[in-house]
């Protein structure tokens, strides 16, 4: 029988004491948003530099074949910003992830 999980790809706050446990991105859902407004946003993140709307993961590749998902990170505009490896990322602009990239979410 064939290994077909319904997520593979998953984020770990560091350090990760801050706050609650990793993440998972749900294979099924093509869109995750993140942010301070509870309303808006599947995942809530607090902090004085996360905008209310700070960024969503889009997700490339059928959920139906786990081996082709792709994920990548969109900033929303925010003043802060968003940043991958430490670098920031330009605004409403699809930015692909690798396994191990460590995203920034209002500060590097």
Same mark, same amino acid.
């Given at each position: 029988?064939?290994?077909?999980?319904?997520q593979?790809?998953?984020?770990?706050r560091?350090?990760?004491?801050?706050?609650a446990?990793?993440?998972?991105l749900?294979?099924a859902?093509?869109?995750? *948003? #993140?942010?301070r407004r509870?309303?808006?946003n599947?995942?809530?993140?607090? %902090?004085? $530099?996360?905008?209310?709307n700070h960024?969503?993961?889009?997700?490339?590749?059928?959920d139906?074949?786990w081996?082709?998902?792709r994920?990548?990170?969109v900033d929303l505009g925010?003043?802060?910003? *968003? #940043?991958v490896?430490?670098d920031?990322?330009?605004?409403?602009?699809?930015f %692909?992830? $690798?396994?191990?990239?460590?995203?920034g979410v209002?500060c590097?």
């Amino acid at each position: 029988m064939a290994f077909h999980p319904d997520q593979c790809w998953s984020l770990e706050r560091i350090p990760s004491s801050l706050e609650a446990p990793a993440y998972l991105l749900q294979n099924a859902k093509e869109i995750v *948003t #993140f942010g301070r407004r509870e309303t808006t946003n599947d995942k809530i993140c607090k %902090g004085p $530099n996360v905008s209310r709307n700070h960024l969503k993961f889009v997700r490339y590749g059928s959920d139906l074949d786990w081996q082709t998902l792709r994920w990548s990170v969109v900033d929303l505009g925010g003043m802060v910003g *968003t #940043f991958v490896n430490r670098d920031r990322i330009q605004p409403n602009n699809p930015f %692909g992830l $690798n396994c191990g990239d460590l995203i920034g979410v209002g500060c590097p």
